[in-house]
């Protein structure tokens, strides 16, 4: 396993920061690895468990090579042996505590402006953001996503779910109740009635609140991956929007929680989600609109 004392001593990479949700990390791995291939770069990661995403990469993934846990925080000394495509946030200030830094948006860029600034940099490149651009194209996303493989423990939850409720096809119903409070709202009231009424066809209901999964329990065409943990807070006294400072030094308000076992359940969720004929329920999640990006992928 590579070092962070060693790494300016490697062949030049992309190294790719996984931060945040699942949602957030699985869709700049996605981006990343991308842009990796297309630009001829060997690939690392960093899937630190945080606050955010307890799960380590191989409670979630197929085993890789070049794969660390460091926090964000453990490269901001290291700041001096990388060129960053990242937007621009609270992290580009900490990073700049330690030295000069050069970055580049890539969201202000092309596929081709991309591939050229990662050509003249003379460093590894630190990919860093939550965001699939527009100018990577789809068929080398799908690539990508059909390519990076799921464990083996929570492919056989997959399989074994599906064929003991989900035979056949099914809609997929994703309604995010924790920390979306107040950023995008959902009426499960008419989710409630969709499913109730349309009793020939089978709904897949995920949600990060157990009483909102709990509700459609009693519909026989209605189905949740049963679970056994759910999102905590993180300040238990606080609401889910609760101000701190996380181990990174970053001021955050989403007051969340998310253990192992429990976002181990979520992958499922997701991949369950991913497989169905998901609504849009909403527009701000990451988690759905990943999981609607894989099923395209896959059935394509």
Same mark, same amino acid.
């Given at each position: 396993?590579?070092? !962070?004392?060693?790494?300016?001593?490697?062949?030049?990479?992309?190294?790719?920061?996984?931060?945040?949700?699942? %949602?957030?990390?699985?869709?700049?791995?996605? %981006? %990343?690895?991308?842009?990796?291939?297309?630009?001829?770069?060997?690939?690392?990661?960093?899937?630190?468990?945080?606050?955010?995403?307890?799960?380590?990469?191989?409670?979630?993934?197929?085993?890789?090579?070049?794969?660390?846990?460091?926090?964000?925080?453990?490269?901001?000394?290291?700041?001096?042996?990388?060129?960053?495509?990242?937007?621009?946030?609270?992290?580009?200030?900490?990073?700049?505590?330690?030295?000069?830094?050069?970055?580049?948006?890539? %969201?202000?860029?092309?596929?081709?402006?991309?591939?050229?600034?990662?050509?003249?940099?003379?460093?590894?490149?630190?990919?860093?953001?939550?965001?699939?651009?527009?100018?990577?194209?789809?068929?080398?996303?799908?690539?990508?996503?059909?390519?990076?493989?799921?464990?083996?423990?929570?492919?056989?939850?997959?399989?074994?779910?599906?064929?003991?409720?989900?035979?056949?096809?099914?809609?997929?119903?994703?309604?995010?109740?924790?920390?979306?409070?107040?950023?995008?709202?959902?009426?499960?009231?008419?989710?409630?009635?969709?499913?109730?009424?349309?009793?020939?066809?089978?709904?897949?209901?995920?949600?990060?609140?157990?009483?909102?999964?709990?509700?459609?329990?009693?519909?026989?065409?209605?189905?949740?991956?049963?679970?056994?943990?759910?999102?905590?807070?993180?300040?238990?006294?606080?609401?889910?929007?609760?101000?701190?400072?996380?181990?990174?030094?970053?001021?955050?308000?989403?007051?969340?929680?998310?253990?192992?076992?429990?976002?181990?359940?979520?992958?499922?969720?997701?991949? !369950? !989600?991913?497989?169905?004929?998901?609504?849009?329920?909403?527009?701000?999640?990451?988690?759905?609109?990943?999981?609607?990006?894989?099923?395209?992928?896959?059935?394509?």
């Amino acid at each position: 396993m590579r070092t !962070l004392e060693t790494m300016s001593e490697n062949v030049k990479h992309m190294h790719i920061c996984c931060d945040g949700s699942f %949602g957030n990390r699985y869709s700049g791995l996605i %981006g %990343g690895l991308t842009l990796a291939r297309i630009c001829g770069l060997p690939a690392t990661i960093s899937w630190p468990s945080t606050n955010m995403c307890r799960a380590r990469w191989n409670d979630i993934f197929a085993p890789r090579e070049g794969v660390v846990d460091w926090r964000l925080k453990e490269f901001y000394p290291h700041v001096e042996k990388f060129d960053f495509m990242t937007v621009s946030d609270q992290h580009v200030g900490l990073f700049r505590e330690h030295g000069p830094m050069k970055m580049v948006d890539p %969201g202000a860029l092309t596929l081709e402006q991309a591939c050229i600034s990662v050509s003249n940099s003379q460093k590894n490149i630190f990919y860093y953001t939550p965001l699939i651009y527009d100018w990577l194209p789809e068929k080398e996303v799908r690539t990508t996503i059909r390519e990076l493989l799921f464990n083996k423990d929570i492919m056989t939850q997959v399989s074994g779910y599906l064929a003991q409720n989900l035979q056949g096809g099914y809609y997929g119903i994703h309604l995010r109740m924790t920390d979306f409070k107040g950023i995008e709202e959902f009426d499960v009231d008419s989710w409630y009635e969709v499913v109730e009424k349309d009793t020939d066809n089978k709904f897949f209901i995920c949600s990060d609140d157990p009483a909102t999964e709990a509700r459609f329990s009693g519909l026989p065409n209605a189905f949740s991956y049963p679970k056994v943990h759910k999102t905590e807070k993180f300040i238990e006294e606080g609401d889910w929007h609760h101000p701190y400072t996380d181990e990174d030094g970053r001021h955050s308000v989403f007051n969340v929680e998310r253990g192992t076992d429990h976002v181990k359940e979520a992958v499922v969720d997701f991949l !369950l !989600l991913s497989l169905s004929q998901p609504f849009d329920t909403g527009v701000q999640s990451t988690f759905l609109r990943m999981a609607k990006r894989v099923g395209t992928a896959f059935r394509t």
